[in-house]
């Protein structure tokens, strides 16, 4: 009986968090908007992934996309020291 509960409590995942951007109904994401960038970029500068941030691959493309425009313009760092 222990080895049941044990399997049941292993094999279950955690509720995927919702995608922010579905929720907050946004059609594109801006490279300018620095404030809502810097929460999808990781204390050493890397972009957070999917499973971690919670976005939708749609967003989480769009993401990407914006912190790469934002880095060469130098509105964001590419590494923080």
Same mark, same amino acid.
């Given at each position: 009986?222990?080895?049941?509960? @044990?399997?049941?409590?292993?094999? %279950?995942?955690? @509720?995927r968090?919702?995608?922010?951007?579905?929720?907050?109904?946004?059609?594109?994401?801006?490279? @300018?908007?620095?404030?809502?960038?810097?929460?999808?970029?990781?204390?050493?500068?890397?972009?957070?992934?999917?499973?971690?941030?919670?976005?939708?691959?749609?967003?989480? %493309?769009?993401?990407?996309?914006?912190?790469?425009?934002? %880095?060469?313009?130098?509105?964001?760092?590419?590494?923080?020291?």
């Amino acid at each position: 009986m222990a080895t049941k509960t @044990k399997r049941a409590v292993k094999d %279950r995942r955690p @509720k995927r968090k919702p995608c922010n951007f579905c929720a907050d109904k946004a059609l594109d994401i801006n490279y @300018k908007d620095v404030m809502r960038l810097k929460k999808y970029i990781s204390e050493r500068g890397k972009i957070l992934p999917r499973r971690i941030s919670g976005n939708c691959a749609k967003h989480q %493309r769009m993401l990407t996309i914006a912190v790469k425009r934002a %880095r060469v313009i130098a509105f964001l760092p590419f590494v923080t020291e």
